[in-house]
């Protein structure tokens, strides 16, 4: 897999002289062309689930196939699935930070697993914290009509 514009993207910096590609090794490039056709041929005919989208980040995760940014590239990957399945968004509290750190270092079902229940967690948190907006919001409605 050949990623171009993170070449263009480094000139100029630090990066540019420190590394030659984005991937850390060049097994670390096969595997995630490895993984990304074997997703490709799971689930591209169909809307992805909570649990898929989950099962994707573990994975990527494990792989963990660039020098730097893997966390962040693979929760913006994990935004823009939600984004496209039309599911709920997961998302990580900094209150969870240690256990989701902990949970990405399991491997396969294990790591869904205990990422499915950390996901879960934070979901509830937000809506604990979005409930006084929830009430306003309603509140507002009722008023108007």
Not at 26 to 49: F, H, I, Q, V
Not at 56 to 85: D, E, M
Request: one cysteine or more; glycine letters at 4%; aromatic letters at 14%.
């Amino acid at each position: 897999m050949k990623i171009t514009w993170f070449n263009e993207l480094k000139q100029g910096t630090q990066d540019e002289q420190d590394h030659d590609s984005c991937f850390k090794d060049s097994g670390a490039e096969a595997e995630l062309d490895a993984m990304l056709s074997e997703w490709n041929k799971r689930y591209t005919k169909k809307a992805l689930s909570q649990e898929d989208i989950i099962f994707f980040h573990a994975i990527f995760n494990k792989i963990s196939p660039f020098y730097c940014a893997n966390g962040r590239i693979s929760r913006f990957i994990t935004l823009k699935q939600c984004l496209q399945n039309g599911t709920n968004l997961l998302f990580i509290d900094e209150s969870y930070a240690a256990s989701y750190e902990q949970a990405l270092e399991y491997e396969g079902e294990s790591a869904q697993y205990y990422l499915t229940n950390i996901f879960r967690a934070n979901s509830v948190l937000l809506d604990k914290r979005l409930q006084p907006y929830k009430e306003a919001l309603q509140y507002a409605e009722e008023k108007e009509n």
